[in-house]
């Protein structure tokens, strides 16, 4: 009874000396912080790369298609993806915007048309005009206080400007007509989309759409999906189409997307960072994990390395917890949904314990090194 009691402490002790002792401890901090810093990386990454089915709401609202006009009669010809991504333009003579008959009547019967003029000059880069109480905006502009414009004058502004905005109002001159404007909400900052930072109710005057400084936009709610087909008409009148259901599934129309770029859009590439973990790993834990193996009094080397291994999944776990936090805590945009890129973290984990391996035989290299001395 004795002998099993003194027995169980003598393993309790070597368990104790092989998982706490200083190289192991070295070892598994080392490749546990490999890991967190590189997991955490990756879901920030994924997170803040907006695909375009993930930001379509953001650009588009409840609407079927998000129409822009240059003010240009010529073929157009654009990415099916991202309304502001032009290959190339024939914009033959400049015209008039369309007016709401005229874009209504290049869409099936039945369809209804918000516009959405922009201006690019004047007080600010970009200003728009957007009545956001309609149900084709929704989760175009969040509303983080206060209240979407119901009146001539009333704007909304995105929250990192909103101070820097009523500043600017407050300085105008009284008789000017910026003056009259007053923030009446705030909304969520989404700094990535094709959007301008300040909304102000329809017909308060601040975007002239005579103006080659400016465009105009129109959200269209429509009987049926906007096509591919009905893109290319649309091209050819020089207008640019966002289509919800084009960008949902653009194979479904047969859509020339190559596979590459397709990929791109829907994932972002973390091949860069992966390399960088590659690097760190042959720099700082190769050596660290060598040298914890070498060390003379450490005993129970496949315990220790049970204990190293083990700092694998908890720095993943502590990077994906991390990354989402510095997400929320730090970001100057509202990020896309929370993702965890599996295939990315699994690699860098693998390239971690990988290296960790490699480290071992060149332990024992050291220590016949310093034993035939």
């Known amino acids: 009874?004795?002998?099993?009691?003194?027995?169980?402490?003598?393993?309790?002790?070597?368990?104790?000396?092989?998982?706490?002792?200083?190289?192991?401890?070295?070892?598994?901090?080392?490749?546990?912080?490999?890991?967190?810093?590189?997991?955490a990386i990756l879901t920030m990454q994924a997170t803040m790369h907006v695909s375009p089915v993930e930001g379509r709401t953001w650009e588009m609202g409840a609407a079927d298609a998000r129409i822009r006009d240059l003010g240009y009669s010529g073929n157009v010809t654009q990415d099916y993806s991202v309304l502001a991504e032009i290959r190339g333009i024939s914009p033959g003579h400049q015209r008039t915007f369309y007016s709401a008959q005229e874009i209504n009547a290049l869409l099936p019967q039945g369809?209804?048309?918000?516009?959405?003029?922009?201006s690019l000059t004047g007080w600010r880069e970009e200003f728009g005009e957007l009545d956001l109480r309609d149900p084709l905006t929704r989760g175009m502009y969040p509303l983080i206080s206060g209240r979407y414009p119901q009146a001539d004058g009333e704007l909304v502004v995105k929250e990192r400007v909103a101070n820097q905005v009523r500043s600017e109002i407050a300085s105008f001159d009284p008789e000017s007509k910026w003056s009259r404007l007053v923030v009446v909400g705030v909304t969520a900052d989404i700094v990535w989309r094709d959007s301008p930072d300040v909304i102000a109710f329809p017909g308060t005057g601040v975007v002239n759409t005579s103006s080659s400084g400016s465009v105009m936009d129109w959200l269209v709610d429509t009987p049926g999906p906007v096509t591919w087909g009905q893109v290319k008409n649309l091209n050819s009148r020089g207008l640019y189409v966002l289509s919800r259901a084009v960008i949902t599934n653009p194979r479904a129309d047969n859509i020339d997307v190559g596979q590459g770029r397709l990929s791109d859009l829907m994932h972002p590439d973390s091949?860069?960072?992966?390399?960088?973990?590659?690097?760190?790993?042959?720099?700082?834990?190769?050596?660290?994990?060598?040298?914890?193996?070498?060390?003379?009094?450490f005993r129970h080397r496949k315990l220790g390395l049970l204990a190293t291994l083990a700092a694998v999944p908890v720095g993943v776990g502590l990077g994906l917890t991390i990354g989402a936090w510095v997400l929320l805590r730090f970001s100057d945009s509202v990020p896309g949904p929370y993702e965890i890129p599996l295939m990315p973290v699994l690699a860098a984990a693998g390239i971690s314990v990988a290296i960790a391996l490699l480290a071992i035989p060149t332990a024992f290299r050291m220590i016949n090194f310093v034993d035939h001395r």
């Open 271 to 297: 091949s860069g960072w992966l390399v960088c973990c590659l690097l760190v790993n042959f720099v700082i834990v190769y050596p660290v994990v060598a040298v914890a193996f070498a060390y003379r009094t």
């Open 111 to 118: 369809s209804r048309v918000v516009p959405f003029p922009i």
């Open 1 to 39: 009874m004795a002998e099993d009691k003194q027995r169980r402490v003598v393993v309790r002790k070597r368990l104790r000396t092989a998982l706490l002792g200083g190289p192991t401890l070295a070892a598994a901090v080392v490749i546990g912080l490999a890991v967190l810093v590189f997991t």
